[in-house]
Each structure stands twice: as C-alpha cells, then as structure tokens.
C-alpha cells in the first residue's frame, strides 16, 4: 500500500515568492499532521487536522504561514512572504486516529535565498 | 523550552554489540513514546512505540524502556548492524489533550564494521 507522499521533494524559491506544499495522507487516515525540522535541530509541530479541522495551529510560526485539508484527504500547506528562516524540510505525517502512531512523509526541502 | 531531550547527538558501536540510545523528557502528561529512524533525505520511520502503562516493550532487535519516575526513556538495538546506522529521533505525546508529536533532536548512530 502507499505511504504518505509529499511533493515537491525540493523547492527553491527567491525570498518575498509564496510556495505551496502539498502532502497526500495513507489513505483512510484521518489525523494528518504538518512538522518542520530546520537544520541541526529536531522535528517541530507546525499544524494538525482531524478530518478537515484544524483544531490545534499552535506550531504555526507566523500568520505567513497556513494550511487547508479538503475531503480528509490532501492537504496543502503554504508560506506567503518566504523568508530566509523558512528553509527547512517539511514533513507531513498521517495517522488513523490522534491517539495513534504517526507516519511520515519523505518531506519537502524547501530552500529561501 | 526542550521537553524532549537527547543529550547525545551522536553515538558509535561496533557491529555485533549493543547500541543503547538515550531520552530524558520533562512533562509528566506524556503517556505515549515512539523512537523513529531517520536516513538522510527521507522521512521519519516508524520504529518501536511504548504506552506509560508498560516500562518494556520489544520488537525483534528493538527495546524501549520506560522509567516513568526518572521521566527517562531508552532504546536498545542488539545485535546492532551497520543498516542501523541512521538518526534515531524519540517523541512523546499527550494522547489526552493534544495529539502532536514532541520530538528530540536525535542521536546520530553509526554500526562500524
């Protein structure tokens, strides 16, 4: 069965542009979830939908940042106003319930110069 | 504020023997721990998980150990192998309240032939 895809698996933006990442969730998992890891650090949250809400954008760093789910399925993440700061790799992970294991995505290296 | 801590960032093990990789965490609501592996330019996998019901759970070559009391958890890998040479990341989540992964910044493990 598939696993969760992410694409682009890199993208390379001039600071200022808005960039959209897109992550296709195992199928019939309804908790998908957004992390950053910068680089040397750990995995942080950015983001978490249960079916098509959001119930928690704690982790989101700024208003530049957002993301939508449609029909429990793909969900989009998008940085507005890219700044240097924003390169990382984004993870997506899905999971059939909140309270179960999480599975990763192969990430999106995004890079802001 | 690092709730999830792993104070080695590295980690260097003869094939054969037996790696152990450390995690200390600081919030007392965490009631589930997941370690994951992590190759260069992927995605976290999945590797083993523990509920705070248990203090042991094993899978194969894989340990997690859980002392709730210390707030320390712990992963063995034996016989360690050099296709265990990856990141390891330990994380723990509030399976109650919030559903997001706390992640440490990982232990570079390398099994030397």
């Known amino acids: 069965g598939a696993g969760v895809s992410q694409s682009p698996s890199n993208k390379v933006t001039e600071k200022g542009k808005d960039v959209e990442l897109r992550c296709d969730p195992i199928?019939?998992?309804?908790?998908l979830y957004w992390y950053r890891q910068r680089l040397g650090q750990g995995l942080e949250f950015l983001i978490y939908?249960?079916?098509?809400?959001?119930?928690?954008k704690s982790g989101l760093p700024s208003d530049r940042f957002s993301a939508e789910r449609t029909g429990e399925s793909v969900s989009t993440l998008t940085i507005q106003r890219t700044q240097q700061e924003d390169s990382a790799v984004y993870l997506c992970?899905?999971?059939?319930?909140?309270?179960?294991?999480?599975?990763f995505g192969p990430g999106t290296r995004l890079l802001v110069l | 504020d690092q709730q999830v801590k792993q104070n080695s960032p590295s980690l260097s093990v003869q094939e054969g023997r037996i790696s152990i990789l450390n995690c200390d965490y600081t919030n007392s609501m965490f009631d589930y721990f997941l370690w994951y592996k992590k190759y260069p330019a992927e995605g976290p996998t999945f590797l083993i998980s523990i509920s705070s019901i248990k203090d042991k759970n094993e899978d194969g070559r894989f340990t997690v150990f859980l002392n709730k009391s210390a707030k320390h958890l712990s992963l063995h890998i034996v016989p360690s192998q050099p296709g265990d040479s990856a990141v390891y990341f330990c994380?723990?989540?509030?399976?109650?309240?919030?559903?997001?992964?706390?992640f440490g910044t990982g232990t570079r493990l390398q099994v030397m032939l």
């Open positions: 939908f249960q079916g098509n809400s959001a119930p928690d």
């Open positions: 994380a723990a989540m509030n399976t109650g309240t919030a559903s997001k992964l706390t």
């Open positions: 199928s019939g998992h309804t908790a």
């Open positions: 992970a899905s999971s059939w319930t909140t309270q179960e294991t999480q599975y």
